[in-house]
């Protein structure tokens, strides 16, 4: 598969977006499932998964250092997209993944250790584009790419796979194969992390 999109479409894992357990179970016909809420329901939602004996794909969006470590040490997940931070919606509100940058380093969701851990439990990382296409100040967007280009560094020295998807919701938000790895050579992705980073 090509590419990770939140609607159906050839040559792309068809992914639902659910904040919950009732929503995860509601409907089954999927290649698999993109969790965006806090560790206790993803935990919930996973659980349920595995007790309907659901084989296909499980992702969770990102938030800080923490989040991200407890999430990849204790949930059998596929893929942790956007670990830079994202928005994430909880119950009904929507919680802004607000991550502070220190004086010598930004905050970008992974480290070191984070990284390895990713490796070692073959999680893919993945580019979210889709949401930064969305951002509309170009300072936002320039602190997330930024986030994003620390990220690269951190997951090659870790061995750790990166990916870039659309995570569309329609057509008009698909990014091609070749536009998806252009992005991944502006970010600094070596010639083999562009070519592998839209293999899902």
Not at 72 to 83: A, C, G, H, N, R
């Amino acid at each position: 598969m090509k590419d990770l999109d939140l609607f159906k479409f050839k040559d792309s894992v068809y992914l639902r977006e659910v904040k919950n357990k009732e929503e995860a179970l509601r409907d089954l016909d999927c290649d698999g499932f993109l969790i965006r809420s806090g560790e206790s329901e993803a935990r919930r939602i996973i659980a349920s998964l595995k007790d309907k004996k659901f084989g296909g794909k499980i992702a969770l969006v990102g938030g800080d250092d923490a989040f991200n470590r407890r999430a990849l040490e204790s949930l059998k997940i596929d893929y942790l997209v956007s670990p830079e931070g994202a928005s994430r919606e909880i119950g009904n509100k929507k919680l802004e993944i607000r991550i502070k940058d220190t004086l010598k380093q930004r905050d970008s969701g992974l480290n070191h250790v984070v990284a390895k851990i990713a490796a070692e439990k073959r999680v893919k990382i993945v580019i979210d584009l889709g949401e930064i296409r969305q951002l509309t100040s170009g300072a936002q967007a320039s602190r997330k790419i930024a986030r994003i280009m620390q990220n690269v560094l951190v997951c090659r020295k870790a061995g750790c796979s990166l990916r870039i998807a659309s995570l569309a919701l329609d057509k008009s938000g698909i990014v091609d194969v070749k536009g998806r790895q252009s992005f991944g050579v502006t970010i600094g992705m070596s010639s083999e992390e562009v070519r592998d980073c839209v293999e899902f």
